[in-house]
Every structure is written in structure tokens, then in C-alpha cells.
């Protein structure tokens, strides 16, 4: 198998470095000299590996998008097929899985980028309804009877609470929030475990 390219291991790199920038000083507060001293190269190189500011926004995009895919495929791969809807609140909310909250806030910044660079808005979606699928398939393999409009209020209600919760990471919030997200998103799945 052939080595990992050094420009695609420095891209990588340096895509990391602009993810650490935009979840701490927003999309535009991400300005190349921070994303250059983030990741420890010289400023010219930036546009060396990523391009300009809209293809590096681009790329930045791409890269956020892979990671949540990433992470969808890991939470596909934890739970068994006969996992119920607690145990999918169990696997979204443990403290040693999940996503990293810099993609949360990332993709929160480039939801709101979607105004001026409307070529972002469909990759965005698609990453967000492929984590509604995953969730919605989850809830209806475990709860089979469920009509279909209450799957999708708890998939909506359940994804809602779990994206507030990096959402808030900011704030640097109490640990006790982050219990009562879960509980809320426990006594929501619980609606469809009743329903058996």
C-alpha cells in the first residue's frame, strides 16, 4: 500500500489547524495568519495546500462534513441491531464518544456562511439529513410500531438536543447541562419505547 502523500498529511493538517480557528474566532475571525500559527507553518504555505480564502472555506466545508460522516459511521458500528432508543441517547451522549465539538461549530459557521456562499448549502444538508437517516433508522429498527410522524418528531427532538449540546461548548457550561441534555433526550426516546 502506498505512503500517505506529505501535501495530503500537511492538508490534513492544516485543515485541522483552520477547524481549531473557526470553532474558536468564527469563520471570519479564522484568518490565515491564526490558522498559520495554529498549525505551525509559514502564512504563503496556506494557500500552497488549500488555495484561496474560497476554496480554503471550501475545503474547510468538505473537511467538517467528512468528519461527521466519520462519526456517523461510528456510531452505525457501536450500536447493535437490537439497540433501543435509549441505548442510541446512551452512545450520542457518552462523555468518551460522539463528535468533536469543533465540527459542531464549525458547521455552525458555515450554516451561517450559506447566505453569501450558497454552494455550501446542499454538502451541508446532505450531512444533516444523512445524520436524521442514521438516527431515524436507529428509532424505527427499534421501535417498529411507531407511526412514522412520531419517528421523526423524537429523531428531530433527540438530534436538536444533541447538536445544543456543542453548540454550547463555548460557554464552557456546567457538566450537570450536559446530564440534563441526556435525560431530556432519555424521557423523549422513551415516547417510543412505550409504544412496543
Not at 466519520?70 to 442510541?88: K, T
Amino acid at each position: 500500500m502506498p505512503r500517505p502523500s506529505l501535501k495530503d498529511q500537511r492538508s490534513h493538517e492544516i485543515l485541522d489547524a483552520y477547524l481549531t480557528c473557526v470553532a474558536r474566532f468564527g469563520l471570519e475571525g479564522a484568518t490565515q495568519q491564526r490558522i498559520a500559527e495554529v498549525a505551525g507553518v509559514k502564512r504563503p504555505l496556506l494557500r500552497h495546500y488549500l488555495g484561496n480564502k474560497d476554496e480554503m472555506v471550501s475545503a474547510l466545508a468538505a473537511h467538517t462534513i467528512a468528519g461527521f460522516a466519520d462519526s456517523l459511521e461510528g456510531l452505525r458500528q457501536a450500536l447493535p441491531a437490537e439497540a433501543s432508543p435509549s441505548d442510541l441517547v446512551d452512545a450520542l451522549f457518552s462523555l468518551d464518544g460522539g463528535t468533536d465539538p469543533r465540527l459542531m461549530l464549525a458547521y455552525q459557521a458555515l450554516v451561517a456562511a450559506v447566505p453569501d456562499r450558497p454552494d455550501l448549502r446542499q454538502g451541508l444538508m446532505d450531512s444533516l439529513t444523512d445524520f436524521f437517516d442514521v438516527i431515524e433508522a436507529i428509532l424505527r429498527r427499534a421501535a417498529p410500531s411507531a407511526p412514522d410522524p412520531r419517528i421523526r418528531a423524537v429523531t428531530q427532538g433527540i438530534s436538536a438536543i444533541f447538536v445544543s449540546m456543542d453548540a454550547l461548548s463555548p460557554l464552557n457550561p456546567p457538566e450537570a447541562w450536559r446530564a440534563e441534555l441526556k435525560q431530556a433526550a432519555t424521557l423523549l426516546a422513551s415516547v417510543l419505547e412505550t409504544t412496543q
